[in-house]
């Protein structure tokens, strides 16, 4: 019930706008997001990489009402590479293709991403496309195999979500074309049609995708925090012989940092998906519905830090 409360929240614009300006409301966020603007994410870049984690950087935001929105989003991310390359911060970018105008007009879209595209090629970066909610999970694929991936192979990558159905079909196709696959389990509120309700089968499927990506695929962005998935693809890695630089483990920012420690004391690549920006507030609700036990932490947390301030 508290998750799809949550995941009802995330679409209520009016609450962001008043919780936008909100000092505890951004202390709460500041857990998960890393800042409003492009410096204080590239600060979090570089925390991260000295502790051997690589990132990846979200500008958030997603469907967008018109052209210049759209654009204006796009010229964002091709400042996001300018600075990675800049800086040389060891980092990759995801983007939301709804937040690149995919509800105002394909072509569009697919001209902002090609532009985001030739600039990550330029500097040998690497884009991976987000999935959204299932109404977006086709065009995603289609305008993935179709428009962006035959262009820029070694540049672009997809996200499959283990909550769906279709998902180890998904799997299987994403092998056959050798394109790179981050496998997650799923942040939307879905109807009962299209995607498993109950986590046990969410698992099983993300097991059974994981398995499949791990032996046959391209680099697979293992996405997950969920202990025991990890340790299995450790056992599964370790019984068949696949070397630690054919995969990545992947987390979100914020999200058990001591597990990200581990991973790296270990030996394992880590990646961690780094938002920023001024519109956390749908992202942050979908962080509160996957654990609501979040919502004491994050009180306990940012009332610490008040005490503490107070002290000093
Ligand atoms: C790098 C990355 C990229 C992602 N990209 C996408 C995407 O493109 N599309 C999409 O739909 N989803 C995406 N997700 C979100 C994903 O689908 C899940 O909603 C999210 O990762 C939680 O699932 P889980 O695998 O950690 O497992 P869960 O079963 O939800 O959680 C397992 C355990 O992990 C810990 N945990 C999980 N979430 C949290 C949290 N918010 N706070 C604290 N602890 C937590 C808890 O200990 C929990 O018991 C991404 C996730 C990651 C890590």
């Not at 505890?24 to 590239?42: I, P, Q």
Request: glycine letters at 6%.
């Amino acid at each position: 019930m508290l998750r799809s409360a949550f995941l009802y929240l995330a679409g209520q614009q009016q609450i962001f706008k008043f919780v936008r300006n909100n000092r505890l409301a951004k202390s709460f966020a500041n857990r998960f997001v890393a800042g409003e603007t492009l410096d204080t994410a590239l600060a979090a870049v570089a925390r991260l990489n000295a502790r051997g984690i690589t990132a990846s950087l979200d500008l958030l935001g997603e469907s967008v009402h018109n052209e210049a929105e759209a654009r204006t989003a796009g010229e964002a991310y091709i400042t996001m590479l300018d600075s990675i390359h800049g800086q040389k911060a060891d980092a990759n970018v995801s983007v939301k293709l709804t937040a690149m105008g995919l509800d105002i007009s394909e072509d569009l879209c697919v001209a902002i991403v090609h532009r985001i595209l030739q600039r990550a090629r330029d500097y040998g970066l690497f884009v991976r496309i987000d999935m959204e909610s299932s109404e977006y999970t086709q065009r995603t694929l289609d305008l993935f195999e179709q428009r962006l991936y035959p262009a820029y192979p070694q540049n672009v990558g997809m996200v499959l979500q283990s909550y769906l159905f279709r998902t180890f079909a998904d799997v299987e196709r994403a092998i056959l074309l050798k394109a790179r696959v981050r496998l997650c389990k799923g942040a939307y509120k879905e109807p009962e049609t299209v995607a498993y309700p109950d986590k046990k089968d969410v698992d099983a499927n993300y097991i059974r995708g994981m398995h499949e990506l791990m032996l046959k695929g391209n680099y697979p962005g293992i996405a997950t925090h969920d202990e025991a998935i990890i340790n299995e693809a450790k056992r599964f890695a370790k019984a068949n012989d696949i070397a630690f630089a054919r995969y990545e483990f992947q987390m979100l920012y914020g999200v058990r940092r001591d597990l990200q420690d581990q991973l790296v004391r270990e030996g394992h690549r880590m990646r961690v998906y780094v938002p920023f920006g001024t519109q956390w507030y749908p992202y942050l609700m979908r962080r509160l519905a996957e654990r609501p036990a979040n919502v004491a932490f994050l009180t306990g947390s940012v009332f610490k830090e008040m005490v503490g301030k107070r002290r000093r």
